[in-house]
């Protein structure tokens, strides 16, 4: 289920996922709300672009440590790579 990035406190999160687009973002919070997680969204930008570089913004996803293999789990079976940092 979506939280609130407060709802987690001081806790350290893993970031599962960058979604570039908002129907990615929405595929994605189905795939984890119904796999039980928790988990949190925050807008934030990144470094995109082949020949046009430049900084854009995408739905960054995070988990707690311990849900990171379920996270991993359940956007496979959704179609989705998990981010590796």
């Known amino acids: 289920m979506?939280?609130?990035p407060e709802h987690f406190g001081d806790q350290e999160?893993?970031?599962?996922?960058i979604a570039k687009r908002l129907r990615y973002a929405l595929k994605l919070e189905e795939a984890l709300t119904a796999a039980g997680l928790d988990y949190a969204v925050e807008?934030?930008?990144y470094l995109g672009g082949v020949i046009f570089r430049g900084q854009r913004t995408g739905a960054f996803f995070y988990v707690l440590p311990e849900d990171l293999e379920r996270c991993h789990a359940a956007m496979r079976e959704a179609g989705y790579r998990p981010q590796t940092v």
């Open 2 to 4: 979506r939280r609130d």
């Open 13 to 17: 999160m893993d970031l599962v996922y």
């Open 43 to 45: 807008t934030d930008t």
